[in-house]
């Protein structure tokens, strides 16, 4: 089992930046790869940035592409997103995620472990 709890969400204005953190405790940190995904209320939750299991590789879907920074400490078992130029349409929960798996990595079906969530809130 991997225990995940993110921390840093919370209420901004466009164009802010945020960093979100997500502990994670349990199996090894390092065997896992760890993505971020986000979910707005009727909709599906959607992937927004993974990492590899060294922080050497890392993926973005295209709509944070250049605004977002995946990275980990694998020596402090965490995972970071780094937010960027913020848009109200980045209003979203975001959750963690571990996997260990090495295709399809933007697919939430492949990650095994979540956390709880943390909301973000970007005002226009």
């Known amino acids: 089992q991997v225990q995940l709890v993110e921390s840093g969400g919370g209420l901004v204005q466009a164009g802010g930046s945020l960093r979100l953190s997500c502990a994670a405790s349990?199996?090894?940190?390092?065997?896992?790869?760890m993505g971020w995904f986000r979910q707005v209320p009727g909709k599906e939750r959607e992937f927004v940035a993974r990492?590899?299991?060294?922080?050497?590789?890392?993926l973005y879907s295209d709509p944070v592409k250049g605004r977002f920074t995946i990275s980990r400490d694998n020596a402090k078992n965490t995972v970071y997103l780094q937010m960027n130029s913020l848009k109200p349409e980045d209003t979203a929960v975001y959750y963690c995620?571990?996997?260990?798996?090495?295709?399809?990595?933007?697919?939430?079906?492949?990650?095994?472990?979540w956390g709880q969530g943390t909301q973000v809130t970007v005002s226009s």
């Open positions: 990492i590899s299991r060294s922080g050497g590789i890392t």
């Open positions: 349990g199996r090894t940190f390092s065997n896992y790869a």
């Open positions: 995620a571990a996997t260990i798996a090495v295709v399809a990595v933007t697919n939430k079906g492949n990650y095994a472990y």
